[in-house]
């Protein structure tokens, strides 16, 4: 493949593939889930974990537990290790301390998975896909603050629950984290599209070539066996089925 | 709500909140996704990224020039900054490089959301999910061994494919980066079931809960549109329209 091809390569990359950085783009990302990937440095290492969000205008809150104990303590902690040896993890004190602030970033990564590019060559393949990264040091946050931000979440992946369910008591809320963590930098990153091989020496090969798009959706809401069966689904639970998510 | 309470909540958590560690329940969740969530400390800063993978009984197998461009040089380069400013990130002349080996240590997630659990109380409040988190130093592969990691990616993201498209050819091989982790220190994580508030004061609220389910699906094929209109997607394409992905 010549420098021309390749360059030919980047520009329909640059189609298929987009940052974006428009405010815009970050809420239609972080609006399409409910859970998503927080990384924190956890005694020296990286530690991803699942976890629940929701957001305002300026901030994102996760329900941070896992993180919040790594972050306060600066212990190793969810890491899980079959051997049990110091090893990298623990040695040499604690060495994600002597990062200072910079260990106390965190990244969040909320993607939605929209389908497999199917390409003529294996090499064009790929993943169609929106992401949203959002960096910063997260404020653990209480009281009316942690309350106010708790709604927030619990709205983001279950409109509606707030003002029916049962809102967390003192003890309840005392034994909940939420972090609070800024929006202002943030990058957004959208793939989408058919592969790029479209014009290329391999359309001639005559294979198919396109996308298998993935779609996540709601099914019906079932039941705690525990619960009387002259108890339905209020609308705004069992109104969502049938729906996407993103 | 007394100790003893408090002693039940933890017994049902146990119940709904699974623990594993035996190898089949880790095939069991990474073979039910092709897209994880890479954490790496990049320039001091831990950066989660989304990527495809592949696996084998030892190995994890990540699409990883995000990574691999971090890991390689210790240089910040993931990481959006809307502000340009040496801050924690860069600061300290490449903290990162201070942990040694740890720094390369990544950690792999892989989630899979089941549902959301909507309980009585919004403190009961959870999502059922599959999660695999797998710690290890990264090899990246090169020639035979990187062009096999890379077929058992590609087979486990679109099967059939391998065999269908034009392979990779020999620049195209080495303008792909394929690292490998240990499958050796990973744990899963698995939750589901109804909510945990059934048995206790909040089930005579009369409100209803249980569970949400989401489920991800693949959809029809989409065919590129410079494809010709006699070419139709093979089984191993098509086949897979209306099953499920995990």
Chains 1, 2 share one sequence.
Not at 194 to 199: A, H, K, S, V, Y
Not at 206 to 231: C, M, Q
Request: contains cysteine; charged residues 20%; aromatic residues 4%.
């Amino acid at each position: 493949m010549s420098d021309l091809s390749a360059t030919e390569r980047t520009r329909h990359r640059r189609l298929r593939e987009k940052g974006r950085t428009d405010r815009a783009a970050l809420y239609e990302v972080l609006r399409a889930g409910f859970v998503c990937h927080l990384g924190v440095i956890d005694g020296g290492v990286p530690m991803v974990v699942p976890t629940v969000y929701g957001f305002d205008a300026d901030h994102l809150y996760v329900h941070g537990s896992v993180a919040s104990r790594s972050l306060a303590t600066g212990e190793p902690s969810g890491r899980p290790s079959a051997t049990g040896t110091a090893g990298p993890v623990t040695g040499s004190g604690g060495a994600g301390r002597d990062l200072g602030t910079a260990a106390d970033t965190v990244c969040v990564t909320v993607t939605h998975v929209d389908g497999l590019v199917l390409a003529r060559s294996v090499f064009e393949h790929g993943v169609n896909y929106r992401s949203a990264m959002v960096y910063g040091v997260p404020r653990k946050l209480e009281g009316e603050e942690k309350l106010a931000a708790l709604r927030i979440l619990t709205e983001h992946a279950a409109p509606g629950q707030w003002d029916y369910a049962r809102r967390p008591n003192r003890k309840e809320l005392a034994a909940t984290t939420i972090l609070a963590i800024s929006l202002a930098e943030a990058s957004v990153k959208v793939s989408s599209g058919p592969p790029d091989d479209g014009d290329g020496p391999d359309a001639e090969l005559g294979l198919w070539a396109g996308v298998l798009p993935l779609v996540t959706t709601w099914l019906a809401p079932v039941a705690d066996p525990l619960l009387p069966e002259d108890v339905t689904p209020p609308d705004h639970i069992g109104g969502r089925t049938g729906t996407r998510l993103s």
